[in-house]
Every structure is written in structure tokens, then in C-alpha cells.
């Protein structure tokens, strides 16, 4: 539900315009040295209002800590933030119990929660809860450096463009939203991470990635281009008693486990469903349907934010796997 982790494990709560959203992180070691200022770097770059393209929407987002930490430290108990929602503006949501905005979770929280569900900016559903991933993400690369553990995510394309920039001004030309394509790379990635079946590497990832609001698609490797390959054509020599490829088709995971090399992947981030554009969905209290503009405050390209986010959860499902193959101590000296 909203807990993912075995070792390393995250809980997260709030909503998009309730008091403030946090997590609950679970199995951190004690002794990892821990102040608001680690945060700054990753939180700002997921921050809205600050690149061309993002929400306007702009919050503070310094993380309170509540528990698991003293002095500046870590201290083995669970590790509770929270970031205070001071900067919304929920009466642009109120037609929204009438109109459910088509491509977000409107119609589905109304139906599963029988209409309780918090929907202002989305509740539970929104974006702004990825504040609380980059933070986990925050802890989860600082334990990563104890493997010397890389991980880095970036744009690749736009609007279907690669030039980022001109495929942000086709949205705003057509006064739409856009997509985009977002890769992340893990350097040093030790071999012999993960379970199978169930419990793979890409598994892994791949459920942690699903967490992100907007996310469509994940690839490993070559990924859908494999499927047009020749398998000699494929598969990755092995070079070395380390692992080493001469190629690396599979992305760094072969048989669910890590390989040595580098772990690549790339995810698909659909256009901003909220868009300027007149769209058309059923009234509740009229039984038809009718046109209509989403207000409020977008993105419009979401991808924009996603880079921190992927490395966010990326980390956090291999600090996961290092925690069950004993490679990250349970405290550190």
C-alpha cells in the first residue's frame, strides 16, 4: 500500500493540499550523520516555479525531523519528515467533485474511497507527494557511498525532440503539455544484487518506478529494441573474471541479478494531464458530459522533475538489496 522496502523501508503519508506530506524510513543504520542541509541540492531540483515548464506552485520544503535523529545523527530508530504544505490553493479544485479531470485519479479515488478521498490538488494521488521520495533518496544515496555506488538520471528527450528546449516550446506554442524520456545510469553497482524470481533487480526498480505519478513505461538495456535483434546479436561477451561486457544490451542485470557493469534504464513520463486545452468529461451532477479547463497550477512537462525523483527510488531499492547482502553495515563508525 504505501510502504515499499524489506531492510530499508519507506512509509509515506499526506496530502497534496492536507497539512503536509512526510515518510516514516525504517532499518537506517545508526550512526549516518544527518542534517536539513544534506537535502538541499535534490530538493531543489525537483522544486516547481524554478525551471521553464514547472508549476508555479513554489514551497519551501524544509524537512522537519521528528524522529530517529539526535545529534545529528542517525539512531537506528525509524526516521520520521515532514514538509509542510504552506502554498496551495484548493478552491481551484471544488468543481472537481462534479467533474472528474480526465488522465488523473479523480474518478477512480471517488470510487474506491466512496467520495471521502481528499481531492484538492489530488490528495494522496499528487505529485507534490514526490517530495517525500526524494528525501528517502536523500538517505538512501548516502548510504549508497558506502559502495562507492553512483546513481544519476537525465532528460533524453522532450516532446519526442532532443532538443530539450524545443520540444518544452512546441507545449507552450500549443499551449498543451508534453512528455518526456528520462535515463537513469548507476555506476559501480557491485555484482550479485538481487532474488529471483519475484524479487529481480528490474522488479524491484520497476515497482519502485510505478510509484511516480505520470510514469507510462520502464526499458533495461536495449529494452524494446531487443525484441528487433539477432540473440549473437544481443548478448553481451563476457570479458573478464570481473563480469566485465564488451557490450552491455542487458543494462547490467542478466538473470535478475546484477552483473558488475553498468545498470541503464530508461522510463517514459506522460504530458501533464491537467493542460490549458478545452477537454471534455462526465458531469456527476448533470449525468452528461460537458467541456471544460482544468485550473489551477502545472507543469507543463512533468518530466522536468522526474530526474531526482528516478534516482530517488532507484536508490532506495539498491540500498534496499545492499542491506540483504550485508554490503551496508547496520551502524556506521
Known amino acids: 500500500m504505501n510502504s515499499f522496502g524489506r531492510f530499508f523501508r519507506m512509509t509515506i ?4 493540499h492536507g497539512a503536509g506530506v512526510g515518510l516514516v524510513l525504517d532499518g537506517c543504520p545508526a550512526g549516518l550523520s544527518l542534517v536539513p542541509e544534506d537535502f538541499n541540492t535534490d530538493i ?3 522544486k516547481g516555479g524554478i525551471q521553464k515548464g514547472t508549476t508555479p506552485r513554489q514551497e519551501s520544503d524544509l524537512p522537519v525531523f521528528k524522529t530517529g535523529v539526535f545529534n545529528e545523527k542517525t539512531t537506528g530508530a525509524p526516521i520520521t519528515i515532514l514538509f509542510e504544505n504552506n502554498n496551495t490553493r484548493s478552491g481551484d479544485y471544488e468543481k472537481l467533485r462534479a467533474i472528474p479531470r480526465p488522465g488523473h485519479a479523480d474518478f477512480v479515488a471517488h470510487e474506491k474511497f466512496g467520495g471521502f478521498e481528499d481531492y484538492r490538488g489530488g490528495g494522496h494521488f499528487s505529485g507534490r507527494l514526490t517530495v517525500a521520495l526524494v528525501a528517502a533518496g536523500v538517505i538512501a544515496k548516502k ?3 558506502f559502495t562507492d555506488t553512483e546513481v544519476r538520471a537525465e532528460i533524453k528527450e522532450i516532446g519526442g525532440l532532443t532538443d530539450l528546449d524545443a520540444g518544452l516550446q512546441k507545449a507552450i506554442d500549443a499551449r498543451d503539455s508534453v512528455g518526456g524520456i528520462v535515463e537513469c545510469r548507476v555506476q559501480k553497482l557491485p555484482a550479485s544484487l538481487g532474488e529471483p524470481f519475484f524479487d529481480s533487480v528490474e522488479s524491484l526498480i520497476a515497482h519502485a518506478v510505478f510509484s ?3 510514469v507510462r513505461a520502464i526499458e533495461f538495456g536495449t529494452g524494446f529494441a531487443a525484441a528487433r535483434m539477432f540473440g549473437s546479436e544481443h548478448n553481451d561477451a563476457i570479458a573478464d573474471k570481473k563480469g566485465r561486457t564488451v557490450t552491455n544490451h542487458a543494462g ?3 538473470g535478475g541479478i546484477s552483473n558488475g557493469n553498468e545498470l541503464i534504464f530508461r522510463i517514459a ?3 501533464t494531464s491537467s493542460t490549458p486545452k478545452e477537454q471534455e468529461s462526465y458531469n456527476r451532477d448533470t449525468g452528461k458530459p460537458e467541456i471544460f479547463s482544468v485550473k489551477g497550477r502545472h507543469d507543463l512537462c512533468i518530466a522536468l522533475r522526474v ?6 527510488v532507484t536508490a532506495l531499492v539498491l540500498a534496499d ?7 551496508i553495515p547496520r551502524i556506521l563508525k
Open 13 to 16: 503519508f499526506g496530502e497534496s
Open 44 to 46: 531543489e531540483r525537483r
Open 143 to 145: 548510504l549508497l557511498q
Open 212 to 214: 511516480i505519478p505520470a
Open 252 to 254: 547490467g542485470v542478466v
Open 269 to 271: 513520463v506522460k504530458p
Open 307 to 312: 530526474p531526482v525523483v528516478l534516482e530517488a
Open 321 to 327: 538489496l545492499l542491506m540483504l547482502e550485508q554490503k
